[in-house]
């Protein structure tokens, strides 16, 4: 029988967990710190992702094993090559009903070591749901489950905390001040054979494989000057909820305050990249907002490159949005194919005197 970990042991933990700032890391560091504590075979943390409106799939966020380093699937992997919702009706059960999950493998078909699986629902409200998933040779006592559930009650308290911290309330996207560090991950030189992804995915440029595009509503003023502010707010709702729908899940979605949005893309060449926020564009053009019916976005957007900072990349891309205004708004532009072209100088400091809003 698995014993319960001194109490000592699991306020070290939980010491360690709630030091986390970087959200990625923080399932990881449980999937690890619950491992230390109990004497298993393995433990992992696992997310839900996809839309509601669509099949969801499991992604391993954090997978610790007796003896080996702690993993978890890339973030940019592939939602096709992840097991569904329902491959696994023990982590289906736990999120549904938000209660622990048992299970026993057949004896016959199943490895002696992880031969009975424990579920336990992550106590969360902001963010993805998952679970905790312990596989064990012996069933864990409700003696051993005990402190492991208080851990995963102070997790849950920590990381909506950390989620609410780090999105904006209105919309739910993530928010300016998380933008930076997210930026400077995406602008770190990473090894070629890293930057090529899932059969199926993009392929990443040789820069870094990151794109950032400025998203700005058309006209937002005489939304608001016409409608009103509660209809305004309606409108940011809905285009953050298009984002969502025409991005993919490891895309990196903001919102930078009144009507401007930042999008962090990853992987692909100039051509995709344009695809990816033309797609967006058209969804918004389609989408029958109510009272207004029809908004639009105008679009800039740029490669980034190793040496940028956060504002020198941010500005390029937001001076193609300032062009695609002075082009006639609804439309996505590349900074790069404006300088290549001869619309922009790279001396420009700014498009003009033209009134673009």
Known sequence: MVVPPPVTDAITHLAVLTAQRDRELLDVSLAQGVLDLLSVTSVGVYRLIGCEDEPRHWLCSGLARQGALTVSDPAWVALDTLPLLEAYPLRQSAVASRLLQHGELDA??????????????????????????????????????????????????????????????????LNRQTFDAAFFKASMPVAADSLLLDQGERRASAATGYWIGVVDIDHFKLVNDGFGHLIGDEVLVLLARIMRQSFRHYDRLYRFGGEEFVVLLRGGDAADAQRAFDRFRVNVEQYPFPQIKTVTVSVGFTEVQHKDTPSVAFSRADRGVYVAKAQGRNRVLFFESLLSTGVLKTEDAHIGDVELF
């Open 108 to 173: 016959g078909s199943a490895d002696a070591a992880m031969r009975f699986v424990t579920v336990l629902p992550l106590q969360v409200e902001v963010g993805q749901p998952g679970v905790l998933e312990i596989c064990s040779a012996q069933p864990l006592t409700p003696e051993a489950l005990r402190p492991i559930q208080t851990l995963l009650k102070v997790f849950g308290n920590f990381q909506n905390l950390l989620e609410t911290s780090q999105r904006d309330a209105l919309t739910g996207l």
